[in-house]
């Protein structure tokens, strides 16, 4: 299935029982969601899925169990996070055998790697598999930044597609289109900056709080692409709050809460993550119910 690369791709979250086991049907209720919702694919194991608390056997049933829930009707994408090139090139390998239609790949954790480095590391990834990826360019949480002329080496590989674009500066969306046009597809990946970088021309939103509101996340992206601005701006400016709780450090317990509030998940997270309490969980619960009781009607409109 090929990859397009443009429209709303959610950061699923993983769903866990009380008991620390997958739960699947409630992974599958959200993944309906979302799919109904109008989605373009679907991004498993990011840093919303805990994919470092995960198994390798409990990626693998993820996997398998959204390309059978999404059945064809969008791409299902991994998120690859090693510490070694080998173990990189063995989680993609892994990730093509089972099905996976594309990879987002970050740079390698718990070593900021210089130019050289960076570059190799994403080349022999790319050379492993035949799978398209989109590589995840967050300096601000992972330390090493894909620059420009890195990107001039990067894209010389078919394989290497799009960049979820976390760097927090706009203005390098421009950048990014005036240095290679249509070759590199463009995805916000901060949600509080989502409709300014699709009005400076970005393909895609890797959102997050889409996990709890996928309509809203939607109709955003619909409503930009469409030119029917002030519409847009409306449900965004509503949405901004929540959109928020996006780029804080405890991002997995926030989304999670709320998907536990519009009722398409659930609180659990992985140790070491705790379940919010106490003075902080009601700070969030008030932003979350504040956004439920202002929630907007939502334009009919189709692109």
Known sequence: MKVEWSGVYPAVTTKFTPNDQL?????????????AAGVQGLILGGTLGEASTLTESEKDRLLEFALQKSAGRVPVILNIAEGSTRNAVAAAQRAEALGAHGLMVLPP????????????????????????????NNPVDYKTEVTLAMFEELLRHPHIQAVKESTRDVSNVTRLRNAFGERLKILCGVDTLAMEELLMGADGWVAGLVCAFPAETVSV??????????EA????????????LDIHPKLVQYIKFAEHMTGIGSEYVRAPRLPLEGEERAQIFKIIEDGLHSRPDLPAIVI
């Open 23 to 35: 739960d699947l049907k409630m992974f599958g209720l959200n993944l309906d969601a979302q799919l």
């Open 221 to 230: 992206f619909n409503l930009v692409k469409a030119g029917w601005m002030d």
């Open 233 to 244: 701006l409306a449900i965004y400016r509503w949405f901004l709050p929540l959109l928020e």
């Open 109 to 136: 954790m718990r070593y900021k790697t210089d130019h050289r480095e960076t570059v190799a590391w994403f080349q022999t990834i790319a050379d492993s598999t035949a799978l398209p990826i989109m590589i995840y």
